[in-house]
């Protein structure tokens, strides 16, 4: 009996020494994300914006780890979880700042416009959403889908990004 107090008395004694009184969070980080309206620069009030912690989600339909909505002067602002990296996407209505892999880069504004611009399509009319043509090769197709725009973070830092939505 007395050597099992003993030994009880070792093992509080030693998970005090071995453990840590000051115990921290988790790691966090800060993100302030401004979305404007890529037609006319205008702070885009009202959208959502996805962080996805994995480059895969954005195309699969899956949650993403935060959800957040701009507000009057088209900021969002959280405090997420430090994990170094998420894939940003943002929404307006119809207006997004990624296509399933294709980065708009503006609005077709004339029929000259079009006809200087990489072919895509569907085919672009004025109006329609310009996609980067990351490839070079002067058409926009599949070859062209590139990884979300996404966010480098470090810990306990705040990050200040901005996107466009067109």
Do not use: H, R, W
Not at 58 to 80: C, F, H, I, Q, R
């Amino acid at each position: 009996m007395k050597y099992t107090s003993l030994l009880l008395s070792g093992c509080i004694a030693a998970s005090f020494l071995f453990s840590s009184c000051d115990k921290k969070g988790p790691a966090t980080s800060t993100v302030a994300i401004t979305i404007t309206d890529g037609q006319t620069g205008a702070a885009s009030v009202g959208a959502t914006v996805k962080l996805y912690d994995d480059v895969n989600k954005p195309n699969t339909g899956e949650a993403p780890s935060y959800t957040l909505t701009t507000d009057a002067s088209g900021k969002a602002t959280a405090v997420v979880a430090y994990i170094g990296e998420y894939y940003i996407v943002a929404e307006k209505g119809t207006q997004k700042s990624y296509y399933n892999g294709l980065i708009p880069i503006g609005i077709f504004k004339t029929q000259a416009d079009i006809d200087s611009s990489p072919k895509q399509t569907p085919a672009a009319i004025i109006g329609s959403v310009k996609f980067k043509d990351t490839n070079n090769d002067g058409v926009i197709n599949d070859s062209d889908k590139a990884k979300a725009p996404n966010l480098f973070l470090q810990e306990g830092q705040t990050l200040n990004y901005s996107l466009a939505v067109y």
